[in-house]
C-alpha cells in the first residue's frame, strides 16, 4: 500500500523544488520519490513475497518510472479513505495497494466480480457479483465506475498495452447505447404512487443491466433495495424476501456486510 503520487522528494530538490521546473521533470521527479518509497517497502517483504512482486507485469518500461514503481502504477488497485504514509502526515491522499492474487485478476468491460477495500479488516475482498461458471476467469473492472463508453474505455486501457475482446468491446455501438441508456436516472415511480410502473421500470432497468453485464454497478444493487420496496408495497412478502436475498449478496460484493432491512 503506498500513494498514488508522491511529493517530489528534499533527496532530488535539497534546495527546493526550483520555481522554472518543467511538468515534465516533476513528473520524472515523483517517480524517482515514488521508487524509493516502494523500495524501502519491498524490502521490509519477506523473499517468497518480493519475489511475487518482481513477477507482476510492468507496463510502464520507458516513461522514465523505474521498475518497482512500473509495477506498482501497473497492478495497483485503488482504494478509498486517506492514510498516513510511513507515518508523514504531508503524504495522506488518494493510495493504491498491491495484492499478490486479486492483482492479477484481468480486465473486463463486464466484469464478473467486484473489489471492496473493507477499512475494518484492512484487507482487499473479492466477490462474484453474478454466477460464475466452472473454468469461468474472474474478471474485474479497472475503471473506477460508471459505464463509459467504448472509445473512453479503450482510450484508459492503452497504457496496460491490451484491447478488450469482451462483448461489449466487440459491439461497440450497440454497447454504448445500452450503456448510454443505464446512466440515465429513473423517473421516480414509486413517489407518485405509480406501484406497477415502478415495477415494470425497475425490471426493465435490471433486465438492461444484466444484458449489459454490468452487475458491478451501485446502480444495480440500489434497484434490488428498491425492488423489494415495491412487492413490499404491493402486500408480496414472499417475493419481497426473494429479492432480500440478492440485495444481501450485492450488498457483501459492494461493502462486505450485508445490506439494511426494510422495517414495514
Known amino acids: 500500500m503506498a500513494p498514488v503520487i508522491n511529493s517530489a522528494s528534499a533527496e532530488d530538490y535539497p534546495d527546493g523544488v526550483p520555481v522554472d521546473i518543467t511538468q515534465r521533470e516533476l513528473v520524472q521527479a515523483q517517480f524517482k520519490a515514488g521508487e524509493r518509497q516502494i523500495e524501502r517497502l519491498v524490502a521490509k517483504m519477506s523473499p517468497e513475497r518480493r519475489a511475487a512482486y518482481e513477477a507482476l507485469t510492468n507496463c510502464h518500461e520507458g516513461d522514465g518510472c523505474g521498475p518497482l514503481m512500473g509495477r506498482f502504477r501497473t497492478n495497483g488497485i485503488g482504494i478509498e479513505g486517506k492514510y498516513k504514509f510511513m507515518g508523514k502526515e504531508d503524504e495522506a491522499g488518494i493510495f493504491s495497494v498491491v495484492l499478490e492474487d486479486i492483482s492479477r485478476a484481468n ?9 471492496f477495500f ?24 479497472y475503471f473506477a465506475g460508471g459505464c463509459p463508453p467504448y472509445e473512453e474505455r479503450k482510450a484508459e486501457l492503452a497504457p496496460y498495452g491490451f484491447e478488450c475482446k469482451c462483448e461489449a468491446c466487440l459491439d461497440p455501438a450497440a454497447s454504448d447505447a445500452r450503456r448510454l441508456e443505464i446512466a440515465t436516472p429513473l423517473e421516480s415511480q414509486l413517489q407518485r404512487g405509480d406501484i406497477s410502473g415502478a415495477l415494470k421500470a425497475t425490471l426493465g432497468r435490471i433486465a438492461l443491466i444484466r444484458r449489459e453485464g454490468l452487475e458491478e454497478l451501485q446502480q444495480y444493487k440500489s434497484l434490488y433495495v428498491q425492488l423489494e420496496m415495491t412487492f413490499r408495497l404491493m402486500g408480496d412478502l414472499a417475493r419481497a424476501a426473494e429479492v432480500k436475498k440478492e440485495s444481501d449478496r450485492l450488498s457483501w460484493a459492494h461493502f462486505n456486510e450485508p445490506g439494511f432491512s426494510l422495517f414495514f
Open 118 to 141: 473493507d477499512t475494518k479488516w484492512f484487507a482487499m475482498v473479492l466477490r462474484p457479483v453474478r454466477p460464475i461458471k466452472a473454468g469461468e476467469e474472474i474478471c474485474i473492472s
Open 107 to 115: 480486465h473486463s468491460c463486464r466484469p464478473n466480480a467486484r473489489n
